[in-house]
Each structure stands twice: as C-alpha cells, then as structure tokens.
C-alpha cells in the first residue's frame, strides 16, 4: 500500500512539472492568461511496476497534462473488485489474461471504444487479437511453459523437461512449483492450456499425477520465478514473461507444444470517468511508439503490431518462430471464462487442499515401484488402479461446457457466500476424493504386508 502510493505521489510530481512546463511555454503565469484545463487517468492492471514503468512513462511524456494512477492487483483480485461495479471508478483494464476480459465482457463491465486500431495487426489464421467487437484490445502475445534452474538440476542429475508430458516422470519428485490458478490469473492460463491440449478428462488426469512432483504450491506467480532463480526450486512452471530472466545466468525457459497463443489485453472500462484519456493510452499501447517498449529487456513480450515484424526486429522471437513453423494454436479464451470458476474449484479441492496427501501417496508408491521387477503382476495391477483412483475428478467435460452448471460457482469472484447447491457440489467432490484416497491407500497397505 505504503509503495503505491509513493508511486502514484511520483507520477503526480512528473504532471505537475509537465504542466508547468506546458504552462511556462504557454505563457500563462501572469493571471490574466486563462489557465491549462487538466486530466486524470486511473488504470488497474495485475502487471508489476518494472513491467508497467517504461509505458507509463513515455505515455506521461506525451501527456503531460493528463495525471495517471496506477494500482497494482492481482487478476482475480482485480477482476473481483470490477464485477462488483468499479466503484473507484479506474478507467482503463491492463492484463496478461484474456479470459478476465471474456469475464468483464460477458458481465458488460468493459466500455466499447469508439476508435479502432490505427496499425495494422499480426494475421495469425484461426486467432484474433482482438474483441471482435472492440470491448478490449491484444498489444502482446504471450505463452506457458516451464522455467528451469541448470546449477540445481545438475546438483540432483536431472535432465530439463522437454514436454508437458516429462513432469509425470517420477525423477522430478519433489523438485517442481507452481502457483494456484484461484491467486494467479497467469497459473490459470497454464492449467487451462493444459485443459485444452490435452482434453478435460486427461489434461484432469495428466494435472493430478504431476501435482504429486509438486514440492509446494506458492501464493502467486511470482513467488515460482524468484524460488526458481534463487535455487529453491528446480523447475517452476510460468508464462513467459515471469519464466525468462536475463539477469539470472542459470535460468533457462521453454514453451510447451503447441504453444498456445495468449495475447495480453487493455480496454476501457464502465464507470471510468475519463473516457477519451482512456482511449489516448489504449491507442499508445498500439501504436509503435507504445509497442516499441515491448522489446526492452525488462519486458521482452511478442508485440502485436504488424511492421514491427515487417522491420526484421523480431526474427529471433522464439514464439514467433514456432507461430511460423505451425507449433502453435489459438488459446480459447470464451471457454475459459466460462468454466473459469469451475477450474479454480476443482483445483483447490483435488490438489491445493490435498497436496500433501497425494505427495504422500506419491512417495509410497514411488518407493514400492523401485522394490518391484517393472513387469511384476503382483505389484502391476495394484500400481494401475492406484493410477486411476488418483487421476479421476467427477466432472465431466459436457458439464463443463455447460453455462448453467458453471453458473454455480460464480460467485468465487462476487465473494458471496457458497449457494446450497454449491455447497452440495462439493460436498460431493470431498466424498468422491476422500473415498478414493482411502482405496489408494489401503492398495497400498495390502503390497506392503506382502513383501
């Protein structure tokens, strides 16, 4: 809080020097001379200051006349205080997370902007970077995957994943991180990618076998990215714009295939009070001159401008390259919003909650697996059902597909308190987990005695 507002008191020392520079050039000290009519901006965005600075910066330059205030939140914190009616009335949303536009758009908290993009944007076919009908704006593309420490992984001999499906391995036991898709809008792209690559019914199964390598769940995003770099962690897993680090020699990241394609939003919000300053920021970041920033080092997004590709600038883009080479797809952010809750539910009462319980059970069977010929009947069959029991959720993908089913769960955004056929609901996932923890343990129990 006490950092906010050091930053909005510094933001506000620049506009009053630009406005007294505007008003010297003008002339306008002597009372006679009607004085310069002044702006405010108020944006609400989940992106660090080292990301945000550079825009708002040079924007400020521009702008001197208009005063901006950022406040920092994370997306489902932020997202929570806009469907509840923006009553500090921001005027512009800035996120990584394209389904919290679908969110805000589908509850009709975004404004439509009367301008349209003035450049040209990247044609990727079957992707769109923006609302189709100019709700909200993609300045960036982004991506997930995973990041990796090379000092720690050498130390334990273990080779860097190299696909999603590596992390089931039972070599990286205890060696990777993430966060929750409920505190982090950048973890639920990763665990809705996941969704979506693999299909809900296995990318639910693939998620609960590689929950049991987890060696901790962290509160946000960044916490993986700094655990990752300081050799706490082995290999976390991240978007793009948290999993590369330059200034960390040891830190290595690597998209999963496809890549989905993410791009990263802005839009003007209800109930902002200054509507065309919103528009003037939105149409900077844009511009060439707003998109020219992406590429500094701190920040390193894809941008989405076209003749910013047209220039050659852009040709050693790894995502870039593999849009080229067909190795990546649309990422589906409609679907997403619409089992959005559902998701965050579903992963905080199958593995958030149970975590370590299913390390536990993890372990034993790790252990037992290595006291076991790999092709042992008496030890196979108990090893396969263990598998199921642990791999299997009791939703299925029609219902999540289904708004009215989903509707259930929505109010994890208002904060209400669970609705009785919410609460049913997961009553009802607590005793189909429960009950197959217990048969996973009791297996396990019975090849023990035999040895």
Sequence with gaps: MY????????????????????????????????????????????????FYEPF????????????????????????????????????????SSPDSFEILKQAKMLRRTERIRQHKAIAVEGFSVDDPDGYFYGFALSSVGWMWNDSYLKKEDIDAPKCWEDFEDSKYYSHVVMSTPSRSGTTHLIVESILQKMGWEKGWAYLLRMSGNLVTLSARSFSVTEGVKSGLYGVGLVIDILGRAPDAKNVRFRYGEPAPLIPAGIGALKNGKNSSE???????MLSPDGQALLLKPQIRRLPVAQQMYDSGELAQSQLFKMIKEGKSKPYDAYLSQLRYNLVNHLFEEFITYKLLERRQLWK??????????ADDPSFVSVRNEVYSLLSEIPVTEEQSHDSVFNAIFFNSFTGTPRSPEQQRQIDRWQQFMKKRLKKANELLDTVHRTQ
């Design 278 to 284: 919103a528009e003037s920021f939105i149409d900077f």
């Design 364 to 373: 034993r069977l790790l252990s037992l697996e290595s006291q076991y010929a």
């Design 56 to 95: 708002i910066e040079r924007f400020q330059s521009l702008h001197p006349e208009i005063r901006i205030s950022i406040l920092n939140k994370k997306t489902t914190s932020a997202v929570a205080e806009l469907l509840r009616g923006n009553s500090r009335n921001f005027d512009v949303f800035w996120s």
């Design 3 to 50: 950092a906010g507002f050091l930053k909005e008191v510094r933001y506000v020392c620049r506009w009053v020097l630009g406005v007294a520079c505007v008003l010297f050039l003008c002339g306008a000290f002597p009372p006679a001379v009607k004085a310069v009519q002044l702006s405010r901006l108020q944006i609400i965005t989940s992106y660090p200051p080292r």
